[in-house]
């Protein structure tokens, strides 16, 4: 069985510019999740979909950051425009449903000069 | 509040010798407790879970854990540590809407 997978795998790009990261969740899982995960400490959750729905985005940065899972399968997290403080790892996970365990993907490590 | 503690964060142990990483939570009831590892560069992999019922639980790799409700905690076990183990352990739980990671034990091992 596949993993969780993420694109890119690496990515650096200068301030002020957009950036965005792509998520394929495990086959049949219907909840998916973007955490970022600054270095030295534990992921911290930014949204949650449950199929095509964003039931918790309470954690996301509105005004810079927006999300996506269109046909409840594939996700798009998006940053416009990156400032400094971005520099992170962007992780995907997905579960059967909210309760279970998660299946992370390798994240985006990314940089922002 | 809701949160995980992970009270060390490094730990350096000898190749072959035992090992016991701390996670204490806080929540008003129990939770789903999980430890996940997380080597250079990749995402995190699930060690072990512990739902409900026996409270010592078994994980990949040889690894247990033991949840002890007195003690709000879910400390992480391995009788005998290989230098592949080397790496970052994240103990968790979730209470319902989201997993709330602890802020994680780097172990290293010495040959």
């Known amino acids: 069985e596949a993993g969780v997978v993420q694109s890119p795998r690496y990515k650096i790009i200068e301030k002020k510019q957009p950036v965005a990261f792509w998520c394929n969740p495990i086959?049949?899982?219907?909840?998916l999740y973007w955490y970022r995960q600054n270095l030295g400490q534990g992921p911290e959750l930014l949204i949650r979909?449950?199929?095509?729905?964003?039931?918790?985005d309470s954690q996301l940065p509105k005004d810079r950051f927006s999300a996506e899972r269109l046909k409840g399968v594939d996700s798009t997290l998006k940053i416009q425009p990156a400032e400094l403080g971005d520099s992170a790892v962007y992780l995907c996970?997905?579960?059967?449903?909210?309760?279970?365990?998660?299946?992370f993907g390798p994240g985006t490590r990314l940089t922002v000069t | 509040a809701q949160s995980v503690t992970q009270p060390d964060i490094h730990i350096t142990v000898s190749e072959g010798a035992s090992l016991e990483l701390r996670c204490n939570y806080s929540?008003?009831?129990?939770?789903?407790l999980f430890w996940y590892v997380q080597s250079p560069g990749q995402g995190l992999q699930l060690l072990l879970k512990?739902?409900?019922?026996?409270?010592l639980v078994q994980g990949i790799k040889g690894f247990e854990a033991e949840f002890k409700r007195s003690q709000s905690s879910f400390n992480l076990r391995k009788p005998s540590v290989h230098w592949s183990d080397a790496a970052e352990y994240f103990c968790?739980?979730?209470?319902?809407?989201?997993?709330?990671f602890g802020g994680g034990t780097r172990l290293m091992v010495k040959p």
């Open positions: 979909y449950e199929n095509e729905e964003a039931v918790d």
């Open positions: 512990y739902f409900s019922g026996d409270t």
């Open positions: 929540y008003g009831a129990t939770p789903y």
């Open positions: 968790a739980f979730n209470a319902g809407n989201m997993l709330t």
């Open positions: 996970a997905s579960s059967f449903e909210r309760k279970y365990e998660q299946y």
């Open positions: 086959s049949g899982h219907n909840t």
